[in-house]
Nanobody
Framework: QVQLAESGGGLVQTGGSLKLSCACS????????MGWFRQAPGKERDLVAA????????YYPDSVKGRFTISRDNAKNTVYLQMNSLKPEDTAVYHC?????????????????WGQGTQVTVSS
């Protein structure tokens, strides 16, 4: 069973940066296509970044493009989300997810494994 564990969330001021980590365990390798999602209270869960199993392909929605960067270190079974120029509207619980398939996933239902999430709060 694949297990995902996020870390790195916290409280930051507007314009600040945070780097989230997602550690994958339970398998010898975790070379799955991965994604980072976020969900704010009362809002839908949204994809903020996706990365292919090799790291060669990435995707960002317009809301975070140019500010967020997803990366991975397959030797460490870890995926990262570097978040810069944070805004109050980035406040949410951030989850990483892994999918069994080829290529990037753009919707939550395309992902099979989920982490518990880490809170990111951006103060104005």
């Amino acid at each position: 069973q694949v297990q995902l564990a996020e870390s790195g969330g916290g409280l930051v001021q507007t314009g600040g940066s945070l780097k989230l980590s997602c550690a994958c365990s339970g398998r010898t390798t975790c070379t799955y296509p991965m994604g980072w999602f976020r969900q704010a209270p009362g809002k839908e869960r949204d994809l903020v970044a996706a990365i292919s199993w090799s790291g060669g392909s990435t995707y960002y929605p317009d809301s975070v493009k140019g500010r967020f960067t997803i990366s991975r270190d397959n030797a460490k079974n870890t995926v990262y989300l570097q978040m810069n120029s944070l805004k109050p509207e980035d406040t949410a619980v951030y989850h990483c997810a892994a999918r069994e398939g080829v290529g990037l996933g753009y919707r939550g239902r395309e992902y099979k494994y989920w982490g518990q999430g880490t809170q990111v709060t951006v103060s104005s």
